[in-house]
Nanobody
Framework: QVQLVESGGGSVQAGGSLRLSCAASGSTGITDFMGWFRQAPGKEREGIAA????????IYADSVKGRFTISIDNAKYTVYLQMNSLKPEDTGMYYCAAAGWIPTPRRLERGAYDVWGQGTQVTVSS
């Protein structure tokens, strides 16, 4: 089993940046995809970025494309989410998730992932 621990959340003003980290431990060798999801108050959890753990295949939700970047450091078993030009609507709890192989159309779907971290809060003020 894989365990995931997120960090790096916080409060920032609109236009600012944050970098989230997701440290993986355990059976990391069976993980093919890692993703970032977020959940705003009163809304469903949505997928915003994902990649293949080999370092390719980055995919983004339209709402974050061009502002957020997902990357991986396999030596540290850590996935990052660099978030730039933050907006108040980016506020929410951010979760890291892991899965085995996922076909391309499903890589931002919550149901495609079976291991989740505890989440880290991001608050963007205007």
């Amino acid at each position: 089993q894989v365990q995931l621990v997120e960090s790096g959340g916080g409060s920032v003003q609109a236009g600012g940046s944050l970098r989230l980290s997701c440290a993986a431990s355990g059976s990391t060798g069976i993980t093919d995809f890692m993703g970032w999801f977020r959940q705003a108050p009163g809304k469903e959890r949505e997928g915003i970025a994902a990649l293949y753990t080999g370092g390719s295949g980055q995919i983004y939700a339209d709402s974050v494309k061009g502002r957020f970047t997902i990357s991986i450091d396999n030596a540290k078993y850590t996935v990052y989410l660099q978030m730039n030009s933050l907006k108040p609507e980016d506020t929410g709890m951010y979760y890291c998730a892991a899965a085995g192989w996922i076909p391309t159309p499903r890589r931002l779907e919550r149901g495609a992932y079976d291991v989740w971290g505890q989440g880290t809060q991001v608050t963007v003020s205007s």
